[in-house]
Antibody
Framework: QVQLQESGPGLVKPSQTLSLTCTVS??????????WSWIRQPAGKGLEWIGR???????NYNPSLKSRVTISVDTSKNQFSLKLSSVTAADTAVYYC????????????WGQGTLVTVSS | EIVLTQSPATLSLSPGERATLSCRAS??????LAWYQQKPGQAPRLLIY???NRATGIPARFSGSGSGTDFTLTISSLEPEDFAVYYC???????????FGQGTKLEIK
């Protein structure tokens, strides 16, 4: 069974770049027609889709974040990554990585999430 | 941008009762509508996709219905483990992007 695990700094300073990695185990990131996503959730609030990547490198982003987001994939490490630039306190959230079985279906496997706090 | 509005914000029911949760879209999303369950400290869990299809391993007491702009998640007889927050999610065709509703908290009465 596929498992996803987020990793990265738990504290980022304002104006810096938030960088997270999702490591996929139990299957190859490049097999099938899977899409790999990032979603975030501020404390006590709802879910916000950040973007997704196909193993070909094709990406889709939330228009409200598009200017600051980059999602990439490293098939040799079975990982995909999120970079969010120019962060502010409003970017403080639990960040989840997730997998969808194709470009039309929702995410059916999720990581446990990692809290990122933006503070000086 | 398609906006999803969930109602009610909070639903207070007892175990064994029937729960009906609503999700309304600001414009038609066809049948691309998913439902997730989230418990405190946990990642969301996919319950329903394509408005009415149960995800793998989801009990039959969960069912989804609707199309276009109005969707419903029904839990036929609440179990203690069903008390959680529920989110609906839609996918736009082009460009592909996803939005979530604000959630409905299902609490024990």
């Amino acid at each position: 069974q596929v498992q996803l695990q987020e990793s990265g700094p738990g504290l980022v300073k304002p104006s810096q770049t938030l960088s997270l990695t999702c490591t996929v185990s139990g299957g190859s990131i490049s097999s099938g027609s899977y899409y790999w996503s990032w979603i975030r959730q501020p404390a006590g609030k709802g879910l916000e889709w950040i973007g997704r990547i196909y193993t070909s490198g094709s990406t889709n982003y939330n228009p409200s974040l598009k200017s600051r987001v980059t999602i990439s994939v490293d098939t040799s490490k079975n990982q995909f990554s999120l970079k969010l630039s120019s962060v502010t306190a409003a970017d403080t959230a639990v960040y989840y990585c997730a997998r969808a079985r194709d470009g039309y279906n929702p995410d059916d496997y999720w990581g446990q999430g990692t809290l990122v706090t933006v503070s000086s | 941008e398609i906006v999803l509005t969930q109602s009610p914000a909070t639903l207070s029911l007892s175990p064994g009762e029937r729960a009906t949760l609503s999700c309304r879209a600001s414009q038609s999303v066809s049948s691309y509508l998913a439902w997730y369950q989230q418990k405190p400290g946990q990642a969301p869990r996919l319950l329903i996709y394509d408005a009415s299809n149960r995800a793998t391993g989801i009990p039959a007491r969960f069912s989804g219905s609707g199309s276009g702009t109005d969707f419903t998640l029904t839990i036929s007889s609440l179990e203690p483990e069903d008390f959680a927050v529920y989110y609906c999610q839609q996918r736009s065709n082009w460009p592909p992007e996803y939005t979530f509703g604000q959630g409905t908290k299902l609490e024990i009465k």
